[in-house]
């Protein structure tokens, strides 16, 4: 039997730590949380994913009566970018989370599923996906989405 311990990076940011650049792609991500459709959970996450040419694409959670019918933030705006500008990296991607009334103080975390296709978009594109994930205390900075997921599956595992 052998143990491995698996380690992870990320970095928390007070907001005047962050860069411009930073700070306006969560200004977007917030906004964007203002758009979200969540009747149910009234868990407003929004997403703004920064393509390599500047564009930026928005996301928010689109819920369904149908529960596992709905959307995360994350995964909206990383499909739509990929149906909008399938040549374009998504070189940055921030999520914010709103509910009872503010902003959360502690950063939203991912669910397994985002996780996927944010590291299933970086490998695609064959570099880094920044992940800023705001949290009115802080901002944790991924400098890449495998980060954000240790021992990841991709294409190359299908081929066994
Ligand atoms: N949600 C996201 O949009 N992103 C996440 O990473 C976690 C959860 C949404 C799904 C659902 O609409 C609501 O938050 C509550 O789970």
């Not at 490998?123 to 944790?140: A, D, I, S």
């Amino acid at each position: 039997m052998k143990e491995y311990n698996l380690t992870t990076k990320m970095r928390a940011y007070q907001w005047e730590e962050l860069s411009d650049e930073q700070r306006s792609l969560i200004e977007i991500a917030k906004e964007q949380t203002e758009r979200s459709y969540c009747p149910y959970s009234h868990y407003h996450v929004g997403a703004a994913a920064r393509l390599a040419n500047g564009v930026v694409i928005r996301g928010c959670n689109q819920e369904n009566a149908a529960y596992p019918s709905g959307l995360c933030a994350e995964r909206s705006a990383l499909f739509a970018a990929g149906a909008q500008y399938p040549d374009e990296a998504v070189e940055q991607l921030a999520i914010a989370c709103f509910t009872g009334g503010h902003f959360t103080k502690e950063p939203g975390s991912p669910c397994g599923a985002c996780r996927q296709v944010m590291t299933e978009t970086e490998h695609r594109y064959g570099g880094k996906m920044q992940v800023l994930l705001f949290g009115e205390n802080e901002t944790y900075v991924f400098d890449s989405a495998a980060d954000l997921l240790p021992l990841i599956f991709v294409s190359e595992n299908l081929k066994g």
